[in-house]
Every structure is written in structure tokens, then in C-alpha cells.
């Protein structure tokens, strides 16, 4: 294997950090503003806040109604990301440990489904669920975010189990265990690096989706965090310090979430490397 050039890995760490720049910068300066008066920040929006205004947070919290779209929001994005993940790790098992006609034809149908543009879908995706009765309920969102995310997932998943040893399932065979038995117990937990992946992905984009819910519902009660978030917004459209202070709060639980599957999620492309 070739080494890579001086000129080529100092080209390549100088992108990255102009990337990590372009990303890390506008998310510290919300965060710095978040901390200031709403003079201190028309002053000198660039600067330090000279004393952290705490009280920021708890105004957002309180005039957003942020605990109901907060709650709404977890239920919809952990209901949608269990489904996801149960559905699209049994499919992903049975395509890439067992042999089976119309096996490749399944496999094509999920990957498919990466193919089809997401918003394209809405129109149908709105008269199917009111003629169903389900807008302005907690599934009209589970159930689009559950179809949307089952093919990358499945595609995931069934790469990393595909390269897992066959002699797992052989030895766990010959002790009496089935087929629902090895997987639970053998194959799912050895896939917790590829599982980080799925998860995270998952959850950024259920917890961070607008369009849908926006189309979807309308009920206050039922609202999403990012509904709420564009309702304040317009509402407090002269006081910059408390929208910082609310779209810093609804960052949060990506970057906890994240953090605490980091270590899987780099063990996985680590193992994906390996493997390649």
C-alpha cells in the first residue's frame, strides 16, 4: 500500500478543519448569544456575554411551551427509532444468514426505498393518513419516519452481519438455541457498533424533521419540537437572545445522544475498515 503524500495529508487535515470550522462557529455563536441580554447582543453581537443570562432558558422554556413539544418529540423520534430498529435488524438477519428464493428481490425491494425522494411522498402520505383517521396523532409521524429509515438501515445492518462468522450460529445450533433465540442473544448484541450508526442517524432526523410534522399536525397538543421552535420564532421575532436560547436547548439531545454512542459508533467504522 502506497503512503500518502506530506502535501496530500496536509491538504486533507486543512479541509477538515475548515469543515469543523464552517460547522463548530455559527452552533458556538447561538450558544454564546443564548447567554446575553437582548441589548448586550444588539451592541456586540460578537462578543462574550460579560454575565450568563441562565434566566434566557428558563423564559425560552416557559414561553415556547417547550415541555409538551419536547415530550412530543420523544415519543414520536424513540417510537419511530424502537420500530425502525427491530423491524430493519430481524430483515437484516434473515437476508444475510439465510438463503431463501426471491431473497435478492427482497433485498432490491428495501434498498429501493433509498431511492425514492422523501418529500415526494407527502401528498399521499397526507390523504392516506386522514383517510385513515390518524392526522394529528403521534403514528401519522411514527409510521412515515418507520418507512423512511427501514431501507438505509436494513442496508447497514445486513453489510455488518453479512461478515459476522457463520461458526456463532453452528455452536449455538448444536445447544438447542432457534433462530429468534440466536439472534437476540448471538447476533443482535455483536451488532451494537453497526446498531450506533442506525441509532444515530435515526435519531437526527426524527428528532430534527419539519416538513411532515408541518403537514401532519396541526393539533398544539400533538406539535414537535421544531413546530414549536418555528411558532416562537415568528412569535418572538424581536428578541433574538431567547430563539437562541430555545434552538440551543433542542440541540442538546443530539449532542448527549451522540456522546454517549460515540465510542460504538467509532468501534463500527473501525470494524467496517478492517473488514474493507
Avoid: C
Avoid at 48 to 60: D, K
Avoid at 237 to 254: K, V
Wanted: glycine letters at 6%; proline letters at 4%.
Amino acid at each position: 500500500m502506497e503512503r500518502t503524500s506530506p502535501i496530500m495529508r496536509i491538504a486533507a487535515y486543512v479541509f477538515l478543519l475548515l469543515f469543523a470550522a464552517f460547522n463548530i462557529i455559527p452552533l458556538f455563536y447561538m450558544v454564546v448569544g443564548s447567554f446575553k441580554t437582548e441589548s448586550e447582543y444588539a451592541n456586540s453581537p460578537f462578543s462574550l456575554p460579560e454575565v450568563l443570562q441562565f434566566s434566557n432558558y428558563s423564559r425560552a422554556w416557559e414561553i415556547a411551551n417547550m415541555s409538551t413539544y419536547f415530550m412530543n418529540s420523544i415519543i414520536v423520534t424513540f417510537g419511530s427509532l424502537i420500530v425502525t430498529v427491530v423491524l430493519g435488524a430481524l430483515a437484516a438477519f434473515f437476508l444475510s444468514r439465510f438463503k431463501f428464493k426471491l431473497r435478492g428481490f427482497t433485498y432490491a425491494l428495501f434498498l429501493l426505498g433509498m431511492l425514492v425522494p422523501i418529500h415526494a411522498t407527502l401528498i399521499p402520505i397526507f390523504m392516506l393518513m386522514k383517510n385513515i383517521g390518524l392526522l394529528d396523532t403521534y403514528f401519522s409521524l411514527i409510521l412515515p419516519y418507520t418507512a423512511f429509515h427501514l431501507s438505509l438501515t436494513i442496508f447497514i445492518l445486513e453489510g455488518f452481519m453479512r461478515g459476522l462468522p457463520r461458526d456463532l450460529e453452528e455452536s449455538a445450533v448444536m445447544d438447542g438455541a432457534g433462530v429468534y433465540r440466536i439472534f437476540w442473544s448471538i447476533i443482535f448484541p455483536i451488532t451494537r457498533p453497526a446498531l450506533a450508526t442506525v441509532v444515530i442517524l435515526n435519531f437526527i432526523y426524527n428528532w430534527n424533521e419539519y416538513l411532515f410534522a408541518l403537514v401532519l399536525i396541526s393539533k398544539e397538543a400533538v406539535k414537535t419540537l421544531p413546530l414549536g421552535i418555528a411558532s416562537f420564532v415568528g412569535i418572538e421575532t424581536a428578541n433574538l437572545t431567547l430563539q437562541m436560547a430555545a434552538l440551543t436547548i433542542a440541540l442538546i439531545p443530539i449532542l448527549i445522544f451522540y456522546l454517549l454512542l460515540q465510542k460504538q459508533l467509532v468501534n463500527g467504522m473501525t470494524a467496517g475498515a478492517v473488514k474493507g
